[in-house]
């Protein structure tokens, strides 16, 4: 059997422990899942007056906001995801069950694999969970089929970036706790996007920052593909994040795997 057939083997095999290993901490599967819908619903029925306010010059009505609002939310999901992630690999790397593979005779890639599509694939079961219910309160999505198309494929990528990162930083985290401090920022970088209100609304100094920073981008290309909305140079901004940070997370987190010694 050639070695990308043995790769191939064992990260099917890592995966579905990954998947089955989820089953044993509902917790936080559950918290992973419930945050961002709790922040939908938060911000539709509590703060959608004051927040619609910065919508279409403060003419915007709940459906509106909904509408503005769905594609950011979905976009802190791939965010809150990630920090699951992160947690998981610490956990791997601080139990032992990490330095038992390394005896064994398996591809050492199909570890990091295993976690990565892993967590892809339950990132978009939750996507698809956040999705629904935005359409069970009033979102209204305008895209054809390729552009549906599309939007998938944004998410996958932004998804596999995000989990690459992730993944690091659950390898540099001394603990799962503190695995899950580092990862943080990549759930609290969509609150200073353009998820809730648009970047004209925003200060000035802080204007820029919320612009090209990576979820901004990736928001206003998923609006453009459901809502029909101008993409302008956003598109190629996300496509640039999504390629530079998968690149940089898969370097950093290989490199750390391969020299970490198991805590």
């Known amino acids: 059997m050639s070695t990308l057939s043995l790769t191939v083997r064992d990260s099917s ?74 947690v998981s690999v610490c956990i791997d790397m601080t139990t032992g069950i990490i330095a038992r593979f390394r005896t064994m005779a398996i591809s050492r890639a199909s570890v990091l694999i295993g976690h990565v599509v892993g967590s892809v694939v ?58 899950s401090n580092n990862a943080l920022p990549l759930m609290m970088l969509p609150l200073l996007s353009s998820a809730f209100v648009p970047v004209d609304a925003m200060p000035g100094w802080f204007r820029w920052f919320a612009e090209y920073q990576p979820f901004s981008p990736a928001i206003e290309t998923l609006r453009g593909l459901l809502l029909g909305s101008r993409i302008g140079d956003n598109g190629w901004l996300a496509i640039t994040w999504c390629a530079g940070l998968t690149v940089l997370g898969f370097l950093w987190s290989t490199a750390q795997f391969n020299r970490e010694p198991v805590r």
């Not at 910065?54 to 503005?68: L, M, P, Q, T, V």
């Not at 219910?133 to 596999?160: C, D, H, K, Q, Y």
């Open 13 to 86: 095999t890592m995966l579905r422990r990954n998947l089955l290993h989820a089953r044993r901490y509902p917790s936080l599967t559950l918290n992973v899942l419930l945050t961002p819908i709790v922040l939908l619903l938060l911000f539709v029925y509590v703060f959608g007056d004051v927040m619609s306010a910065g919508i279409s010059g403060g003419g915007a009505d709940r459906a509106e906001y909904i509408a503005y609002l769905v594609p950011g939310i979905l976009l802190m999901t791939i965010g809150g995801t990630s920090v699951g992630t992160a």
């Open 122 to 179: 339950q990132t978009l079961m939750a996507l698809v969970l956040v999705l629904g219910v935005g359409l069970a309160i009033g979102f209204r999505p305008e895209a054809t089929v390729v552009e549906w198309i599309a939007a998938a494929g944004l998410l996958t990528m932004v998804s596999l970036a995000l989990t690459w990162i992730a993944v690091g930083l659950g390898l540099a985290g001394p603990t799962p706790d503190g695995a």
